[in-house]
């Protein structure tokens, strides 16, 4: 097990630099370009794909880091980057997750690789949990499967809303109701072969911010799929179900397959903030040092100098939240304060409050898009409210340290 360090190896330091040329010189050329047009940016997710930084070899490696901080710096200097274009690249890694945390080998072997594709051929996947009426409230979730064991088949029937990449990935993963009496704990997660009868895209959403990330609806109906494809596998379902049951009847909680990919996604996006975030700082500290007001640049004056000291000061807090949690999780060591939500938490509100003081300082410029500031403070909305809202994470946090069931 490695020790925890606030240093990176030369390696790293390598692999850092590596990335973050590709976010100054493909993604931010680029970036206003495909938030105004909303679509997914292919050409850069190729030029990704080309150089091995959009590869599940690359992902993989990241992932296995012994130190945990491959997937923490490697979003960070992408979202420095662009929110939306990086999000269209590594949202794959969602579903690859899913994959991750509750398939078998065989599964992982299979489908992982479709999800990406190759150079000639880029993919995407989507992970596809919330609904309409169930987004933090995973009780609620209504899309169901049914298994048809004369066929060795699941048949899943809803719709499901707000997947990255829904409706044009390669392969989906969709979480649906088993068990109905087992509420939350009886939930299941499938994966949804490439060109699977039933399965198609409903409303894709217009969005305030991480335009170039394509989000829409995932709509199923009488979705046929094999056995196998259950994640996990039919036996390890039964067994699941049938522990939940039990504990159930003592009182004590029970994870379902969707939150178990949420915690462990859940450094990988304060990362995300903190990449972007510190875009936004970087901007408006170059221009305070640059714009002259009153014959002296505004720097000079303790207004902004203090704002940015702050920015600052947030930015490397939230990072060493998420690298404590990225850690903790690679160690084997279990977040027994809730510390992957403690990360995401104040990560996402420091992005939100550092992207405002930013516009603040660059003034009306800050409001036009003729700065990135403006696009960067539309992005950073998004953190507090995707995989876990910051109510939410608040919840976890207090349900954690308090072992009670607050509400």
């Known amino acids: 097990m490695a020790e925890f360090t606030m240093e990176l190896n030369d390696e790293q330091k390598e692999v850092r630099d590596w990335i973050h040329g590709f976010a100054a010189d493909v993604i931010r050329p680029v970036a206003a370009e495909w938030d105004e047009r909303e679509e997914t940016p292919w050409p850069v997710i190729q030029e990704a794909a080309k150089i091995g930084l959009y590869s599940l070899d690359f992902y993989a490696q990241q992932f296995f880091d012994p130190t945990g901080l491959g997937i923490p710096m490697t979003m960070e200097e992408l979202f420095w980057g662009d929110a939306g274009i990086a999000l269209s690249i590594v949202g794959t890694g969602l579903a690859a997750v899913g994959v991750l945390a509750n398939g078998t080998e065989e599964q992982i072997g299979t489908w992982v690789p479709q999800m990406y594709g190759d150079v000639d051929d880029v993919k995407v996947a989507a992970f596809c949990s919330s609904e309409p009426d169930a987004g ?123 939150m178990a990919t949420f915690e462990a996604s859940r450094p990988a996006v304060g990362a995300m903030a903190v990449g972007t ?35 600052r000061t947030q930015i490397d807090a939230a990072r060493l939240l998420v690298w404590r949690a990225s850690w903790m999780a690679t160690a084997g060591k279990k977040f027994e304060n809730a510390e992957g939500s403690m990360s995401k938490l104040f990560a996402s509100e420091v992005a939100k409050k550092v992207t405002a003081q930013a516009v603040q300082i660059l003034g009306g410029n800050g409001f036009t898009r003729e700065y990135p500031v403006e696009r960067m403070h539309r992005d950073a909305a998004i953190y507090t409210i995707f995989e876990g809202t910051s109510e939410i994470q608040r919840l976890v946090i207090a349900r954690t340290l308090s072992g009670m069931p607050i509400r």
């Open 136 to 258: 933090s409230d995973v009780s609620a979730m209504r899309t169901h499967a049914v298994y048809d064991e004369a066929k060795d088949e699941w048949v899943l029937n809803g719709t499901k809303t707000w997947a990255t990449n829904g409706g044009i990935a390669n392969v989906h993963v969709v979480v649906a109701v088993v068990d109905p009496e087992a509420g939350s704990k009886g939930h299941a997660s499938f994966i949804i072969p490439p060109n699977t009868p039933g399965l198609s895209q409903g409303q894709k959403f217009k969005k305030h911010g991480i335009r170039a990330s394509h989000t829409a609806e995932v709509v199923l109906e009488n979705v046929r799929v094999p056995g196998h494809c259950l994640l996990g596998g039919k036996d390890k379902l039964d067994e699941r179900l049938a522990r939940a049951r039990e504990r159930a009847k003592s009182g004590e909680r029970v994870k379902n397959a969707a």
């Open 277 to 311: 975030a510190r875009a936004a700082y970087e901007e408006a500290l170059e221009y305070a040092k640059t714009r002259s007001q009153f014959g002296r640049p505004i720097i000079d004056n303790q207004g902004v100098a203090f704002q940015l000291a702050d920015m």
